[in-house]
């Protein structure tokens, strides 16, 4: 649930925040932690590579675990924690092997509950098995594209992706973007939907928010000066002037694919997203 603050300020009279009560009261796992350098956008030279990073929170990086090897060995949730470098939730698994690891949060978890990565898991929310085990309409997260690779689909907050058919060694999945593509048989993946569903309904609400989040701010093209965009200059606004909408660096935008067309993977997407 959205929770709006009171409009005390002008800042505050359309911010929202996430709703935090089901995060356990607790401090960060020290053990799982490690502080990362920040890099501000800038390559090994110093050269800015993305733009409108910088500042930001001071922030301690959690190690989550998005193999989930522990192959047969179940697990209890013991709390239900914050992320600062994502923006899904987290919670901390105990092993019956004494271990503890961070995994992705899935939507409607409880501390107590039981996790289990295993070819013949329960196909419940938060077990984590073969997909060609999971019937056809599951939603699923955390998805492997290589066998014991990790998981690499579906790892933002509230996000999930529904199994369509299972067919000649292939599981054919329908992403959050409308792709339709496979995955092998054998690739593990996590039954439920990723923590933090109403994410994407949040309002900022003021600039100094995005600053604490590292963002920094985007000027338009067109109030440049014609030296640094190919929409600056002119007096007072001005049209595009150009055919294609185009980058600070003249790049055509806007409708152009990028994809390159001999990747390896093109021949498992089924349906190109729109």
Known sequence: MIKKLNPKTPSTRFMTVADYSILSDVKRFKKLTQKLKKNAGRN?????????????????????????????????????????????????????????????????????????????????????????????????????????????????????????????????????????????????????????????LITIGKAGRSRWLNIRPTVRGTVMNPRDHPYGGGEGRQPRGTRKPKTKWGKITGGRKTRNKKKYSNYLIIKRRK
């Not at 001071?58 to 924690?81: A, L, M, S, W």
């Not at 309409?137 to 690779?149: A, H, Q, S």
């Not at 993946?189 to 994410?199: D, H, K, T, V």
């Open 44 to 200: 090994n030279q110093g050269k800015i590579t993305v733009r409108h990073q910088g500042g930001g929170n001071k922030i301690i990086y959690r190690k989550v675990d998005f193999k989930q090897d522990k192959i047969n060995i179940p697990g209890k949730i013991e709390t239900i924690e914050y992320d600062p470098y994502r923006n899904a939730f987290i919670a901390r698994v105990l092993y019956a092997d004494g271990e503890r690891r961070y995994i992705l949060a899935p939507h409607n978890i409880k501390v107590g509950d039981k996790v289990l990565t295993s070819d013949d898991a329960p196909l419940e929310i938060g077990m984590r098995t073969v997909i060609k085990r999971i019937p056809i309409g599951t939603f699923v997260y955390n998805i492997e594209l290589k066998p014991k690779g990790g998981g690499k689909l579906i790892r933002a907050a509230g996000t999930s992706a529904q199994i369509l058919a299972h067919e000649n060694g292939y599981t054919h999945l329908k992403l959050p973007s409308g792709e339709i593509r496979k995955v092998l048989w054998d690739v593990y993946a996590s039954i439920g939907q990723i923590s933090n569903p109403e994410y994407n």
